[in-house]
Nanobody
Framework: QVQLVESGGGLVQAGGSLRLSCAAF????????LGWFRQAQGKEREFVAR????????TYADSVKGRFTISRDNAKNTVYLQMNSLKPDDTAVYYC????????????????WGQGTQVTVSS
């Protein structure tokens, strides 16, 4: 498994931007697909975005498509989530995860998780 540490969360006004980072420690970073999930208070964890091992393929939740961009730098063992045009509904704890690239997106395909970083969007 790989250890993951998120950073970059904070408080931002609606319409603003944030960039989340997730640094990986441990086994070969480039052998994992990476994903971002989020969990709002009182709600279940939901998928946000994922990126393949090489970075050539990405998938986004409909709710963030066109506003969020996932990327990775395998040389730096880091995955990023650029979040633009933020909305109050984006308020949540954001988690990065490492695992396999499946045909269907399932949280159980991701075996390593970070501790999460809080993103709060004010109206």
């Amino acid at each position: 498994q790989v250890q993951l540490v998120e950073s970059g969360g904070g408080l931002v006004q609606a319409g603003g931007s944030l960039r989340l980072s997730c640094a990986a420690f441990g086994r070969t970073f480039s052998s994992y697909a990476l994903g971002w999930f989020r969990q709002a208070q009182g709600k279940e964890r939901e998928f946000v975005a994922r990126i393949s091992m090489s970075g050539s393929s990405t998938t986004y939740a409909d709710s963030v498509k066109g506003r969020f961009t996932i990327s990775r730098d395998n040389a730096k063992n880091t995955v990023y989530l650029q979040m633009n045009s933020l909305k109050p509904d984006d308020t949540a704890v954001y988690y990065c995860a490492a695992g396999r690239w499946g045909v269907v997106i399932r949280p159980t395909d991701f075996g390593s998780w970070g501790q999460g970083t809080q993103v709060t969007v004010s109206s």
